[in-house]
């Protein structure tokens, strides 16, 4: 392919260490909803979606509605939860530092939570200025539209960029936007990450990955 033009990270799972915490506040948040679900059953099912993904995903498959606080009281619970709790992905630090080309964020998540993560992280210094929420387009992933509009705010070529995901829906977004994906096998399994140019388990591993997606 060309030279690599822009690599776009996903946030959750990825460069802030969020998902089996958020998946455990979800978990917990929809039980006392009224669906009695597990924090391994929405990583599964939820992972890399947006919160009003969920919220359809759930109404239809129990037939019930959701309260219009439902999102208040998730992001309350999960904010006290990043605050004492999170971390930064192992090894994501040591790769940003590597990094000699343009980057960004584009994640799922709202711009508060997206803030908050990189605040308690400190990882913000990393991406301002260079930060994409799923609130700025209509369709969340699986949907092409926030890596699209990334790539469009940057001036990069979509066949230029490389997004690094850790879900089925980023990879199938990524996949759609007619971009270069790499996998992260954290939480999901590789086999789950069907489509991906190429796994990788640690992230010590994404430098040379890229600088082969160069080549
Ligand atoms: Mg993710």
């Given at each position: 392919m060309a030279p690599v033009g822009l690599v776009i990270f996903d946030n959750?799972?990825?460069?802030?260490?969020?998902e089996l915490l958020a998946n455990e506040v979800l978990a917990a948040v929809l039980t006392g909803e009224g669906y009695p679900v597990t924090a391994d059953e929405c990583i599964r099912?939820?992972?890399?979606?947006s919160l009003d993904g969920v919220r359809s995903t759930v109404e239809e498959r129990a037939g019930l509605e959701l309260p219009s606080t439902f999102a208040e009281r998730y992001h309350d619970r999960l904010f006290e939860a990043f605050s004492t709790r999170l971390r930064p992905v192992a090894g994501i630090t040591g790769v940003l530092d590597a990094l000699e080309g343009p980057y960004c964020l584009a994640s799922s998540g709202t711009v508060e939570r997206i803030n908050r993560s990189l605040a308690v992280t400190g990882l913000g210094s990393y991406f301002e200025g260079r930060i994409f929420s799923a609130d700025m387009v209509r369709r969340a992933k699986p949907a092409p539209d926030l890596f699209l509009h990334a790539a469009a705010a940057l001036s990069v070529d979509p066949s230029r960029c490389v997004v690094v995901e850790d879900s089925p829906n980023g990879v199938r977004a990524g996949l759609a936007a007619g971009m270069k994906v790499l996998g992260y096998a954290a939480l999901t399994p590789?086999?789950?990450?069907?489509?991906?140019h190429a796994t990788f388990g640690d992230m010590g591993e994404l430098p040379g990955l890229l600088r082969g997606l160069d080549d």
């Amino acid at each position: 392919m060309a030279p690599v033009g822009l690599v776009i990270f996903d946030n959750d799972g990825v460069v802030v260490d969020s998902e089996l915490l958020a998946n455990e506040v979800l978990a917990a948040v929809l039980t006392g909803e009224g669906y009695p679900v597990t924090a391994d059953e929405c990583i599964r099912d939820f992972m890399g979606g947006s919160l009003d993904g969920v919220r359809s995903t759930v109404e239809e498959r129990a037939g019930l509605e959701l309260p219009s606080t439902f999102a208040e009281r998730y992001h309350d619970r999960l904010f006290e939860a990043f605050s004492t709790r999170l971390r930064p992905v192992a090894g994501i630090t040591g790769v940003l530092d590597a990094l000699e080309g343009p980057y960004c964020l584009a994640s799922s998540g709202t711009v508060e939570r997206i803030n908050r993560s990189l605040a308690v992280t400190g990882l913000g210094s990393y991406f301002e200025g260079r930060i994409f929420s799923a609130d700025m387009v209509r369709r969340a992933k699986p949907a092409p539209d926030l890596f699209l509009h990334a790539a469009a705010a940057l001036s990069v070529d979509p066949s230029r960029c490389v997004v690094v995901e850790d879900s089925p829906n980023g990879v199938r977004a990524g996949l759609a936007a007619g971009m270069k994906v790499l996998g992260y096998a954290a939480l999901t399994p590789a086999a789950r990450l069907g489509g991906a140019h190429a796994t990788f388990g640690d992230m010590g591993e994404l430098p040379g990955l890229l600088r082969g997606l160069d080549d």
